[in-house]
Nanobody, 128 residues
């Protein structure tokens, strides 16, 4: 069983930056592809960014490309999401997720059903 704990959310003005972190425990971290999803009020949870087991492959949804960067440190069992040039439409609860990959380590997952473990979420609010 993998436990995920997010941190780093908060309130920021449009154009500002935030860095989210997610720390994992209870599993072999480098066996899991990791990802970030977000859910805005009244909307479905959607994919934001994903990273492969070793960190060499990343994937982003189009609206955050060139603004957000996902990274991981397997020695610290941690992933991060650096968010720059934030917009009010980025306001959401952000969730960290882990998906077990037993075969190809060079895969970044983008579908929520591919992830087995989820954090409790951290609120990001961007004011205009």
């Amino acid at each position: 069983q993998v436990q995920l704990v997010e941190s780093g959310g908060g309130l920021v003005q449009a154009g500002g930056s935030l860095r989210l972190s997610c720390t994992a425990s209870g599993g072999t971290f480098n066996r899991y592809a990791m990802g970030w999803f977000r859910q805005a009020p009244g909307r479905e949870r959607v994919f934001v960014a994903g990273i492969s087991r070793r960190g060499g492959i990343t994937s982003y949804t189009g609206s955050v490309k060139d603004r957000f960067t996902i990274s991981r440190d397997n020695a610290k069992n941690t992933i991060c999401l650096q968010m720059n040039s934030l917009k009010p439409e980025d306001t959401a609860v952000y969730y960290c997720a882990a998906g077990l990959i037993t075969t190809n380590p060079s895969v970044a997952l983008a579908m929520d059903y591919e992830y087995s473990y989820w954090g409790q979420g951290t609120q990001v609010t961007v004011s205009s």
